[in-house]
């Protein structure tokens, strides 16, 4: 009979691939704690910061964050819709200028904050008019003029604030 026992190869050299690859994620771990602002001090001023912005402007707009003195949502239509539009100028602006991840970044964002604004945008829509009490929930043609600066705060208490 003949001895089918496997025989292990072990390549010497692997303990030395492992601790560069060690060593390489170490150093991306630093570089990327070095990038982060320390508290109360601001990140690099770069597209990922100035897009950052951008998008927690209009996430703000778009009733992200409540008042801290009532608790209620906080939605700015008008708000929102002009800090999209920004981010839609720069993409548009830097088309071919970005790097594959930052285009990817940006297409992410933007695709985000617009399926969130029409959402917001519709139930704005159907709370006033379900406060007003003359336009049935749904109807479409309150939610064009929401924010046009026609929006009056709420009769009854909706937990909505909306900016005149």
Known sequence: MTD??????????WKEQAQREKDRLAEKETARDASKAPEG??????FRALVAT???QAMMGLGA??????????????????????LTVLEEKTKGNLTADEAKEMAEILHHLRTRFVQIAQLVA???????GTVGAGD???AGS???????KP?????LIIPD
Do not use: C
């Open 41 to 46: 001090e601001y990140p690099p001023a770069d």
């Open 146 to 152: 929401i924010g046009l600066g026609a929006g009056a």
């Open 65 to 86: 964050y409540g008042d801290p003195q009532t608790g209620r949502v906080v939605v700015d239509i008008v708000g929102a819709q002009f800090a999209i539009d920004l």
């Open 140 to 142: 479409p043609t309150i």
């Open 126 to 132: 159907t709370q006033m008019a379900r406060e007003a």
């Open 54 to 56: 951008l998008a927690s």
């Open 155 to 159: 009769k009854s208490p909706s937990g």
């Open 4 to 13: 089918e026992t496997p025989r292990l190869h072990i390549d010497s050299d």
